[in-house]
């Protein structure tokens, strides 16, 4: 079956424009989770949305939100761009059932600020 | 406050040899642990996971030890192949509320495997 699918793949902003990243989950989970990866910090977790709830937030502040539609694609947004949000973006799906839930991994969206 | 860490950035190794992965935690509340290998430009791909329960869990050539007093996991990769060059990443997991699972990464480890 189809992976996690994450877009745009690449994206280049400057400081102060928005943007939005899109993941699509494996078809039948219902949980997506963000993490921000920069070098030398590992995987960062953002947040994690099930059946269109956020269930779990991660320590950034509010300018990163997100939200997930009722076919479980989910969406990230990160307003007022700064150059330290320069980072690969990742998310994972699951079925959101608890302990020894994998998570899948899709490709990730690298964006870059400018 | 890292509550994960792997502490050597990388490890090189040769083929047939065995790769040994460390990862400390500090949050006692961890109850579920797992490995995540990475290639470039792809996502992390599920390895191997280790309940709080037990000390140890296999699966063909990777092996997981935890040590909970100590509070320290290990990977091991016997005999380690090319292919397995990757970063590995250690991850831990407890319940939080709405019984969400919020994994908590370590920074990872490059592991070379040379021929």
């Known amino acids: 079956k189809a992976g996690v699918t994450q877009t745009p793949r690449y994206l280049i902003k400057t400081r102060g424009q928005q943007v939005t990243l899109s993941c699509s989950p494996i078809?039948?989970?219902?949980?997506v989770s963000w993490y921000q990866q920069t070098p030398g910090q590992g995987l960062q977790f953002l947040f994690e949305?099930?059946?269109?709830?956020?269930?779990n937030k991660g320590n950034f502040p509010g300018r990163f939100s997100g939200r997930q539609f009722s076919n479980s694609r989910s969406e990230m947004n990160v307003s007022t761009l700064e150059l330290g949000d320069s980072a690969l973006y990742l998310c994972?799906?699951?079925?959101?059932?608890?302990?020894?839930?994998?998570?899948?991994f899709g490709p990730g969206t690298r964006l870059t600020v400018l | 406050d890292q509550q994960v860490k792997q502490n050597s950035p990388s490890l090189s190794v040769q083929e047939g040899r065995i790769s040994i992965l460390n990862c400390d935690y500090t949050?006692?509340?961890?109850?579920?642990f797992l490995w995540y290998k990475k290639y470039p430009a792809e996502g992390p791909t599920f390895l191997i996971s280790?309940?709080?329960?037990?000390d140890k869990n296999e699966d063909g050539r990777f092996t997981v030890f935890l040590n909970k007093s100590a509070k320290h996991l290990s990977l091991h990769i016997v005999p380690s192949q090319p292919g397995d060059s990757a970063v590995y990443f250690c991850a831990a997991s407890a319940i939080s509320s709405g019984s969400a699972r919020q994994l908590t990464f370590g920074s990872g480890t490059q592991l070379t495997v040379l021929p």
């Open positions: 949305y099930f059946s269109e709830t956020q269930r």
């Open positions: 078809s039948g989970h219902r949980s």
């Open positions: 994972a799906s699951s079925r959101g059932r608890g302990r020894g839930d994998e998570q899948f």
């Open positions: 949050n006692s509340m961890f109850d579920y």
């Open positions: 280790i309940s709080s329960i037990k």
